[in-house]
């Protein structure tokens, strides 16, 4: 990694640390303190992917990969915002360079939440769209300044990403839910909002630079890569947190520390080795792919190693649960938050099974169906 790319992890290993330490705070207001907000726009964190030539931080996947997963390690609902906010900005690379930057701002503070669905509805009118519509998941929502709405165009056939300043959007409240809680991943609402036809894109056709990132075949590793990174930190925060809760627990049925009870040590090596052993598949393939974009093999196993470990995340975590016993269900053992994020988290479609259909379709030698193959 390189010197910058290796500031931006330093920060996100810091701030992992802070989110860890204010998890509970993050869970019950459902949403980050500002105060970590700002820990985060100072480090540059969730935006990641906003262009060098506008003043932004221009890291690639693997960065995001790195960074993402740092913070995970600490808790799961920062790690998930600074995902969202760096790959929601992802078709900003469609921008010209100007309109970005008057955007973003000097220095460039680019916060994104929203939605690539098409919830919502635009018409053509001089000088742009006008939009209305409702979009669920808009995970970060309240800590952000812009929105980015996907949207169905009347009378065509593609849709197309608007950027709209936060500001001109209403929040309405629904997160409720059983893990993920502090994504504050809420309802947006545009109602008759105008946006300037040159703050939309879509990414069809050349991007305003011809950078590595916005290289076609590169898409899915540059927005799933950073959510496989929120599953595997949530794992190894979990084997983290019991290695260090059985060096001072035992369990409701044994005065014995945990450490010292065979099948704990047998969990907490099983979740070890699978959790190494994705994370390394991940990185491998996920860095193969972005050598040579054209290697279909290497870009088929990446997003098939991205499900799987998701799968393997989860598997490690319950097996560590259930290895531990009573106090895994304490919430002042943060084990069980993990293992309800991770169930949440898996239900993002990086790890749909059709990715798996298609990945073995293309390993095959058959053209891939769906998901963006």
């Not at 609902?77 to 760096?86: D, E, K, L, P, R």
């Not at 008759?192 to 069809?204: C, G, H, I, L, S």
């Not at 595997?232 to 979990?238: M, P």
């Not at 080795?273 to 390394?280: E, F, I, W």
Request: aromatic content about 6%; hydrophobic content about 45%.
């Amino acid at each position: 990694m390189s010197a910058t790319t290796n500031s931006y992890l330093d920060s996100a290993v810091r701030i992992g640390q802070r989110a860890a330490s204010a998890a509970d705070q993050i869970e019950q207001e459902m949403s980050l303190p500002s105060t970590l907000v700002d820990d985060l726009i100072s480090a540059g964190l969730l935006q990641l992917y906003l262009r060098e030539s506008v003043g932004g931080p221009g890291q690639g996947a693997m960065a995001a990969y790195h960074c993402v997963d740092a913070i995970a390690r600490g808790d799961g609902s920062t790690a998930w915002c600074v995902m969202v906010s760096s790959t929601t900005g992802y078709l900003t690379g469609w921008l010209e360079a100007d309109v970005l930057a008057e955007m973003a701002g000097s220095p460039p503070d680019f916060r994104v939440a929203g939605s690539f669905r098409p919830q919502g509805k635009a018409t053509a009118v001089p000088g742009g769209y006008q939009i209305s519509g409702r979009w669920d998941f808009c995970s970060g929502i309240e800590h952000a300044n812009w929105a980015m709405l996907a949207c169905s165009i009347e009378g065509e056939s593609t849709s197309r990403a608007m950027f709209v300043p936060a500001d001109e959007v209403e929040i309405v409240r629904t997160w409720s839910v059983m893990g993920m809680a502090g994504t504050g991943s809420h309802d947006v609402v545009a109602r008759d909002v105008f946006v300037p036809k040159e703050r939309t894109a879509t990414n069809e056709g050349p991007p305003d630079e011809d950078l590595r990132l916005y290289h076609p075949r590169l898409l899915r590793m540059a927005t799933h890569a950073p959510v496989a990174a929120v599953a595997l930190g949530l794992a190894q925060g979990a084997i983290d947190g019991v290695a260090s809760l059985a060096a001072k627990s035992g369990s409701s049925g044994s005065e014995q520390l945990l450490q010292h009870r065979p099948d704990v040590q047998t969990a907490v090596g099983e979740a070890t080795a699978a959790v190494v052993a994705a994370r390394t598949g991940v990185i491998d393939a996920t860095q193969r792919a972005w050598d040579d974009p054209e290697d279909s093999m290497a870009v088929a196993e990446a997003r098939l190693l991205f499900v799987h470990a998701g799968r393997v995340s989860l598997d490690a975590v319950q097996r560590l649960f259930h290895a531990v016993g009573t106090p895994a269900a304490m919430r002042a053992n943060p084990i069980e938050r993990r293992l309800r994020d991770l169930h949440v988290a898996l239900q993002f479609p990086t790890f749909s099974p059709s990715v798996v259909l298609g990945g073995g379709q293309a390993v095959l030698g058959l053209d891939p169906d769906g998901q963006g193959w």
